[in-house]
Structure formats: structure tokens, C-alpha cells
């Protein structure tokens, strides 16, 4: 290892320390990498250090390789360097003891330093005081300080001159030394603060070549692992010729400014007079700065070393809008783009005796964003666009019709092939304003889905299929709507029109799915697909305060936003005959482009309407990992604590909840919606929150303030619920874009050279109604399609939004699904709030009848017979509700797999009919003082046991019935298999089979293992409290007991019909042979015990 040479900023002594991960030359025997023949710097730098500067530059030479290899050392060294032998001994195997370069060639170094932007904030007041320090080879310059910015031009030359480099010219074209570049913060108490650093490889020109000027371009800065900003400079490395050695032979330079060399001309940019156009619109959230609110604030706009300032905001917290909006001043800029200076907002505040105080900055690094772009006009011919309403479409709305200058028409067809037309639903539609009004007070007939006509369709009705149709979406699973899957029955109520068919035959068992109006489901927020509502008023977060590397996040540095917008275009030169320019049209006196459509920024009094519709994937706030939530509102010093309506137990609550506010723009537009956990003891947790900026929505030209709705109706679960109607608002559009129109024509409507055309006649009640509701609803969801005043208008939607803790930075606490309403206090006032109450559950209480059971297979066996049998009972309950399990009682001795029961199982349980869920509300542990809402589906389960006097019951089988789809039972035992259970069956909803009553299959690991005989009865709570039925066989309606064979008895209990039936029977024949055996045996053994006492007696008796 040879170091070649060394250049440090401070004399202390350097350590070098070698490691296997650098990279080096490979020996001869093995392919070279990069740095074969090179010589490498490398950087010395405090260790242990997270921000580090460069504290020292080695260049080396490195060989490694085997030893046996070490002959070939000097066959890659570099040219013009000769080897230096000072001892020679046989163990040094010729490796020098030094490097002798005889080729030095001389150089002359420019640093063009141009500018820098983004760089990081050093001092408290969240500026800096930059100035770049350059180093090359042994030498090293400053650039001036420049103070209190973040956005430094330096215009500034740096001149390293007479710089020797060793080595061949062509290798020092090839690789030459890279320029290190480091940037500090000038303190004029202390030392420097260090705020990055970049390396550059300057351009090499050798004498013979002919000279280029470079390039200005971009370094990136970095503080360690930190972005800090980028550096646009140049530099040039120029070699001086050894003929003449005088500085005259080089490029020239400009005359220096003192003693500073500005860039030459012909590598600055060339610079173009822009002007810019600033909206001060106004401050908000503004914190405060040393201890003191901030009360007179001032906007200061500087770019380019021009700028404007606004008018000072006599009083923040009585209006902290400006006065004067507008101004404009004009600037020099690059004509290129990539090399535009950033543009510096800072925000100063007043305070007594004249004395300023800077709050905060922001740095806009790029300013293509608010070039002005002019509207050009329109060229297509004049256009028929079908407009139809969704799922209303004639044939003559399904063409476009292109008027040329001869007086043809041509159709083409841009629309999707025709969906069915569903029949007509039960909203009313209202005429235009010119004709009188009708509205049909008829009301159309229902076909239920479920149970009965209370079962209406409402909002949440509309919610859930809009999920299923965002589900869908998603999957792309493109499916007709109109059909129901197999097992999936109707949960919504279809609408009958008159005497109209569907076109879709119904199947068996099925019911007609209905043309619901749906909504827009974003899974994200409003401003998101929106692009932040800044076409009207662009935000910018103004910080304070250093930053480094260990407290990077912009929220800790934000002191408050300034709103405004910025429109920047070039200026006419009357000079230059180049007025084909569309950018260069100046505007009028008095006129700004930027004003265009801007409305005022005086105080509005607006009523919002906040719909929080659920909450899903909430971070756990409670030990048991569950959270109490509810809602808090807060819209300036208006509060609204929703906590008596806390949801126990859930981390996906339905809240369905709506507030109404009254409040002020723009002293009340920041809304925060947060969402606590309840705590009986202690102070409330917060979940999460999430904030939303009204004001932006409000006057954004997407009408961000009330969404369109699909269809238009007057009443029912679509009510129009805007405060003015589709007609009233499309004229509101033209006017305010000063566009010609609309004309309300039959079957169309005109507005400039666009004809929209659609179905403006319904027939109702046997009569044809005028309306152009529908049409010109119609055209605002088009209205992108209007040139020069077209955009994207904000849908009937459900945003949903990611709740964030202060105290825990990036992390989701959770989402939130709602929306808002506003209405301008100056309008009409709208309609009532949407009706968004989760639903009710309403109770049902369910009857089965367990008749009889067959071909239950047998686990016991007699020991005294060896015959085969069961002791059969039914156990029966609902998914959900296993505390309310119920049983019949025990067929014994069940020799053939029979049995008979007559027994009456009662479920009563509370159900959400449009969901299809089963509602269970029950505490989770004796110490829950809550109970906990589930939602379940609705299943039951029967299962058939073999009881057990002296171990546990024996599980025989089991069969499970979805309630809102399962097989039809059949007739007879001796039909009933397992092909029941399959999907390709038929199945029937007890929902609205109301009673049902047949055989069923047991099934144990996929094998038949008995059948029963049951009968289900669904009633609603009020018919079950108008007509009872017992428990059992119980009062009232009992039952009949069944008729069991003889032998169905427990032995335990009856041991005499034990004998009887079970050994009488079954060994009579044996019994009575085993009776005259033993009357048998007692006579002889009594005849043997008596006779010798006889015969002893009669000898002795003589």
C-alpha cells in the first residue's frame, strides 16, 4: 500500500486502518476490476459521528494478492509513476519501498457555484446563513455567506490555480480527482454547523482540445442519511499548457466584483423577464412564536432576488384573510426550467415598536406548477352527446349526432350495450320550472324480499350495494347485478311497474334483485382523488425551527399554512416581435390573469352537515384489546362530544351518526373529527383523528360542498338533498363561466356548441310528464366535457379516512368512512339530513318441531344380548346464541335407529333483515359491564347425541342450515341423503318460506349417519306474543307425547321393564329350564340332607 498524497483540514495525526471491503486491484493471474492501474482517494472521517464531514483525503494505491504472486506488483502500476528501491533483501520478493512520479502536469481548477435550494434549516428561526466550501487535491475556498435564507445564488467563481496532478494526461481525463463540496451554516458566535456535503467530477479540457463551456447541474446534498437540498454549480478543470504557462492562454474570465469572480457569461443561464402574479389569500393554524400569539402577520414572496409583499393582517383572530389579494412583480429567470430558482414564502408577524419576528418559510423548488397555461379554443364541430339517466336508456340516447355544413346527421353508438330497463321505481320526478308541476301521490306496490312491507328500502340499503358494487369493482368480477347467486337470497325490496315483465326470468325459490341507486366508495380521502381541491387555493405548510437528521419531520417543524396561489408568465418585450407566443400575452391594466374565476375571500356564514357513517381496523384502547369508541367534533370553538352514544366492545363500529354546524369561513374551516375511547374511570383515550380543510372544498371548482347523486328523485332513499336543483345549478356553472346556456330544448339540452341529448318525458299514471331534472343531472356528472370550464365534479361519495395520534407519528390508528355537506347560509335552505340511524334489528322467534329421527346409526351394545342399539336425543341451537341451547329428551333403547320425539325447540333472537346477520348483545365475562354486539350469520345447527348414564354422550352427527339458504327437506326418510347438503341443490330462505317441514341428513366425517324429521316456523315477535308456544311439549299448544315402542326406557330407572323386555324375552325358554333345574337340585339336595336322618330314625325306632 503506497499513499500518494495527503491533504487535511487540521494537523493531527492520521490512522489508516485497513479493510477487506475495499475495493482494489486483482493480482495478475485474475481479471482486473476498476481500479486497475488507478489510483483511489479515500476520506478520513470521525467515527461514531451520524452527521459527518470529511476531515481528511488520502490517495492510494493498493495491491492485493497472493504471495507467491507478489512478483507482478509493479506490472499494473500506474504511468508516470517509477519505482524507488531503498534496501534490497531477498524478503521483500521486489516490492519498493517507495513511488516516484516524475510526470506532473499542471491544472487550473474553476468552481462555478451558481445556487442552492432546499437546503436544511440551521438556525431557530428555520433559516440559515449557507456558504459552500470546496475542496480539491491540497487546496480548499469559500463562496460568500449568504444570510438568512435557504435558497442561496452565489453567482460566484472559484479559482484553484497552479494545481500539480501526476500521472498521464489521458488517465487524468479518464478519472480525474473528484472536488469534494461541503455546506455550512455561518454563526457569528460559534462554529460552523455542518449542513452537507457532495462530491463532483469536474470536467477535464487538455490544452490541445478545443474549449466547451459546461453545464450547470445539479448535486445532490446530504447530511448523513438525509436529503439536504441540491447544489447547481459547474466545474471545469483546465489544464495549462507547459509552453506557456501564463494565465492569458485560458478562457477568460469576467471582471471580478472586488474580489469575487462572478460566473461567466457563458455558463450562466440565459435568463428571461417572467412575471408573477400572487394570490395572498390567508393565513391559517398559525402557532405561536416565542410565547407570544402571533397577532399582525405579513407575507413576504421572494424569488430571484425579487419579491412582494402583502398587506399586514391587522387582527389574525378576527379575520386571517388579507385585505389585498392580488399583487404582481416581475423577475430574470433561466429560460430552462430544470434550473428555475426556488421561490421563498416567509411569514412575518408585528409586533410593538416596529419590531418583526420571523414565524415561518416555505421553499416552492419548482415552479412549472404555476405556469400559466392559455385556454385555447374550441375547434370540433357542434356535438350531440346522449346524456340518459343510469339504467334509463332509450335508442335515440344512445347516438351522437355530428352536425357538418351539409345538413346530415351520423350516428354512432358510444355507449355500453343497453342494461335491462328495470321497472320504474317509486321517486317522483318534477318538471322544469316553465311548466306547471305534477307529482303522483299513487303509491306503487312492493314485492318484499324477506318478511313483510315494513322492510322498506332506505339509505343503508343504498350503502350496502354500493359496497357490493365497489367489492366487485375491485375484484373485477364484472357479474349482471340484476342476478342473485345460488344460495344468496334477495335482501332488498324489489319495485313492480304496472303491468310490466322483467326480462329476466325468475328462477324457483328466487326473488328479483332491485335497480338500486347507488353512491361513489373511496378508499381514500376526497382530497386524494381530488388533487387537494388547490385549483382555487394552493396550501402551504410554513415551518420554523432547525432541522437535522434526528428530528427530520416536517409536523414538528410546521408553525401554520399560508394560502394563496401563484401565476408566473413571461413578460411582452415591445422590442420583440414574437407575439405569436400565447405565454407573452400581457393582460389589461387592472387585469390579472389569476383573478379568473376566483371568488372573494370576505367571511361566509355556511351550515355542514357531517355524516360519520362507521370506523373499521381501530387500534385497541382497552387491556382485552377492544376500545369503547365514539365521536368528537371540533370546528373552531364549537365542540361536539357524542360520548353517551359509545359503541361497547368494538374495533368496527357503525356509528351512523350526523351532526349539524353553523360556522364561519374562514375564522371556523379547519374541521377535526376525533374518535375517543370511553373510560368509566379516568380520563377518555384518543384513538385517532383526522382533519379536514372546508374551506378548500368550499370554494374548489370541483363543488366539493354537496355531491351528485346518480339519479334525481324527490323523495325516498335518493331524495335530492342539495339546497338547489340540477337545472338551477347548471345555469349557476354557465354563468359563473360565462358560457352560453343552457338551453332547455325537447329532448335536449344546449350549452355553447354542446348538445346533450336525453329522455326529458315520463310517463306517469297513464300521463306524459315534462321534466329536465334527470338531463341536466346528467350533464354535471359530464361536465369535464365542456371546454375551457370543464372539470371533474365531486359525486355522491363515502370517503374514507385514516385516523393518525400526534404521539404516534405514520402510524394508522384506524379508518373512518363519512362525508360532508355544506350548504352557504345565503341559499335556499336545504332538505332535512339524511337519515344515515343504523338499523334496528328486529325480533323473530323461531319454532322446531323434532318429530322423529331414522336410521341413527347404533354405538351402544348390550353385554347380556349383544343387540345393537342407541339412546337418541336432539340437540338444536343458533350460531351465536350457544347459551340457549336446547335438547329433547332420550329416546332409549333405540333398536333400528328410530326415534320419536314431539318435541318443540323455542329460538327467539333479534335479526337484521337487509344484512342478513343475526344481532347477539351479550357480555363477554361476569366483569364486562357492557355487552358486546356481534353480527353474525344466520346458521343453525341440530345435532344428534347418544346419551350416556355413566360417561359423557356420544356425538352421532350433525347438520348445519343457513337460514337464508338451505336445501328443501323432502317428503320421506327413505329420499334424505347427503346430496343435500350440495351446492347444486335448491334452496329456500326461511325468511320467506315463513314455515317448512321435512327430512334432513346427519352427517358425521362426510358419511350418513341418520336423518330427522323436522319442522321450522318463523314468526315476528308480534305474532309470537299473539300467539305463544311452549317449550317441550309444554302449555300453551303442547304437544303430544310420543308413541314409543315398549322397550324405549332407561334401565336405571325401570329395572323391572329391564328384565322383562330385555332378558325375559330374549331367554324365557332358558329361564324356566334353569327354574325346574333348580327346584330339581333343592329337592334332591334336600332329599340327600333328610334321608339318612330318616333311615337312622326308623332303624333306631325298630
Known sequence: MYLSGCSATTREWLMLEFQPRISCTLNWKMKGGRTVQRLRPFFFKIPGKRVITVQAKVDVYLWLGHSEDSHAVLENLPAGYEPEFLTSSPGHHNVPDNLIYKSQHMFQLRAHMYQARGLIAADSTGLSDPFAKVSFGSQSQSTMIMNQTLTPTWNQMLLFNNIPLHGEVKDIAWDPPPIVIELYDDDALGKAEYLGSTLAVPVVKLAEEHYTPPLLQYYPIFCGSLLGGELLAAFELLQIPESETEPETLPPIDEPDGQIYPVPANIRPVLRRYRVETLFWGLRELKKVQLLSVDRPQVFIECAGKGVRSSVIQSYKSNPNFSVIVDVFEMDIPENEHLHPPLTISVVDWRAFGHSTLVGTHVVNCLKQFFYKAKELPTTPRKQIPAAREGVKDP?????????????????????????????????????????????????????????????????????????????????????????????????????????????????????????????????????????????????????????????????????????????????????????????????????????????????????????????????????????????????????????????????????????????????????????????????????????????????????????????????????????????????????????????????????????????????????????????????????????????????????????????????????????????????????????????????????????????????????????????????????????????????????????????????????????????????????????????????????????????????????????????????????????????????????????????????????????????????????????????????????????????????VNPFKCFFHLIWRNYKKYIIIAFVLLILALFILLLLYTLPGAVSNRIVNG
Open 396 to 1052: 335515440e340516447d344512445e347516438t351522437i349526432v355530428i352536425e357538418a355544413s351539409p345538413p346530415e346527421e351520423t350516428y354512432v353508438n358510444i355507449d355500453p350495450p343497453p342494461t335491462p330497463k328495470p321497472p320504474p321505481p317509486t321517486q317522483v320526478y318534477s318538471k322544469d320550472g316553465r311548466r306547471t308541476l305534477r307529482r303522483s301521490t299513487k303509491r306503487r306496490k312492493r314485492t318484499v324480499a324477506d318478511d313483510s312491507a315494513e322492510n322498506v328500502i332506505d339509505w343503508w340499503s343504498k350503502y350496502y350495494a354500493s359496497m357490493d358494487k365497489a367489492k366487485q369493482k375491485e375484484a373485477s368480477l364484472y357479474q349482471n347485478v340484476n342476478d342473485n347467486v345460488s344460495g344468496s337470497p334477495d335482501i332488498y325490496s324489489s319495485i313492480e311497474g304496472g303491468n310490466k315483465k322483467n326480462k329476466f326470468a325468475k328462477k324457483k325459490g328466487h326473488l328479483e334483485q332491485p335497480n338500486l341507486t347507488t353512491l361513489q366508495i373511496y378508499n381514500k380521502e376526497l382530497e386524494a382523488e381530488f388533487n387537494n381541491f388547490d385549483d382555487c387555493v394552493k396550501t402551504f405548510d410554513l415551518c420554523r425551527g432547525k432541522a437535522n437528521e434526528e428530528d427530520s419531520l416536517q409536523e414538528d417543524r410546521a408553525v401554520g399554512k399560508f394560502k394563496g396561489r401563484f401565476c408566473v408568465y413571461k413578460c411582452t418585450d415591445e422590442h420583440d416581435g414574437d407575439d405569436d407566443d400565447n405565454d407573452e400575452i400581457s393582460p389589461g391594466a387592472g387585469q390579472f390573469r389569476i383573478l379568473q374565476g376566483m371568488p372573494p375571500n370576505h367571511a361566509i356564514k355556511v351550515l355542514i352537515r357531517v355524516y360519520i357513517v362507521s370506523a373499521f381496523n381501530l387500534h385497541p384502547a382497552d387491556p382485552d384489546g377492544k376500545s369503547d369508541p365514539y365521536i368528537v367534533l371540533q370546528l373552531g370553538k364549537t365542540q361536539i362530544k357524542d360520548r353517551d352514544n359509545y359503541i361497547p366492545k368494538q374495533l368496527n363500529p357503525v356509528f351512523g351518526r350526523s351532526f349539524e354546524i353553523q360556522a364561519t369561513f374562514p375564522m371556523e374551516s379547519l374541521l377535526s373529527i376525533l374518535i375517543y375511547d370511553y373510560d368509566m374511570i379516568g380520563s377518555d383515550d384518543l384513538i385517532g383523528e383526522t382533519k379536514i380543510d372546508l374551506e378548500n372544498r368550499f370554494y374548489s371548482r370541483h363543488r366539493a360542498t354537496c355531491g351528485l347523486s346518480t339519479e334525481y328523485a324527490i323523495d325516498g332513499y335518493n331524495a335530492w338533498r342539495d339546497a338547489i336543483k340540477p337545472t338551477e345549478l347548471l345555469s349557476k356553472l354557465c354563468k359563473d363561466h360565462q358560457l352560453d346556456g343552457p338551453h332547455l330544448r325537447p329532448g335536449k339540452i344546449c350549452i355553447g356548441d354542446q348538445v346533450f341529448a336525453g329522455k326529458t318525458v315520463f310517463e306517469e299514471d297513464d300521463e306524459k310528464v315534462e321534466s329536465y331534472e334527470h338531463l341536466a343531472l346528467n350533464v354535471l356528472h359530464r361536465w369535464s366535457e365542456i371546454p375551457d370550464a370543464g372539470c371533474r365534479l365531486v359525486p355522491e361519495h363515502i370517503e374514507t379516512r385514516t385516523l393518525y395520534h400526534k404521539d404516534k407519528p405514520g402510524m394508522e390508528q384506524g379508518q373512518l368512512q363519512m362525508w360532508v355537506d355544506m350548504f352557504p347560509m345565503d341559499m335556499p335552505p336545504p332538505g332535512p339530513p339524511v337519515d344515515i340511524s343504523p338499523r334496528k334489528p328486529k325480533g323473530y322467534e323461531l319454532r322446531i318441531i323434532i318429530w322423529n329421527t331414522e336410521d341413527v346409526i347404533l354405538e351402544d351394545e348390550n353385554f347380556i344380548t349383544g343387540q345393537q342399539s342407541s339412546d337418541i336425543y336432539v340437540k338444536g341451537w343458533l350460531k351465536g346464541l350457544e347459551d340457549d341451547k336446547q335438547e329433547t329428551d332420550v329416546h332409549y333403547n333405540s333398536l333400528t335407529g328410530e326415534g320419536n320425539f314431539n318435541w318443540r325447540f323455542v329460538f327467539p333472537f333479534n335479526y337484521l333483515p337487509a344484512e342478513k346477520l343475526l344481532v347477539v348483545n351479550k357480555r363477554e365475562n361476569i366483569f364486562s359491564l357492557d355487552k358486546t354486539e356481534r353480527k353474525l350469520p344466520a346458521e343453525l345447527v341440530l345435532q344428534v347425541w347418544d346419551f350416556e348414564r355413566l360417561s359423557s354422550d356420544d356425538f352421532l352427527g350433525v347438520v348445519e342450515l343457513d337460514l337464508h339458504g338451505f336445501s328443501r327437506g323432502v317428503k320421506s326418510a327413505k329420499a334424505c341423503n347427503l346430496d343435500m347438503l350440495k351446492n347444486k341443490v335448491e334452496k329456500i330462505s326461511i325468511f320467506q318460506q315463513k314455515r317448512v317441514r321435512g327430512w334432513w341428513p346427519f352427517a358425521k366425517s362426510g358419511e350418513l349417519t341418520g336423518k330427522v324429521e323436522a319442522e321450522f316456523h318463523l314468526l315476528s315477535a308480534e305474532e309470537a306474543q299473539k300467539s305463544p308456544a311452549g317449550k317441550a311439549r309444554k302449555e300453551p299448544e303442547p304437544l303430544e307425547k310420543p308413541n314409543r315402542p315398549d322397550t324405549s326406557f332407561s334401565w336405571f
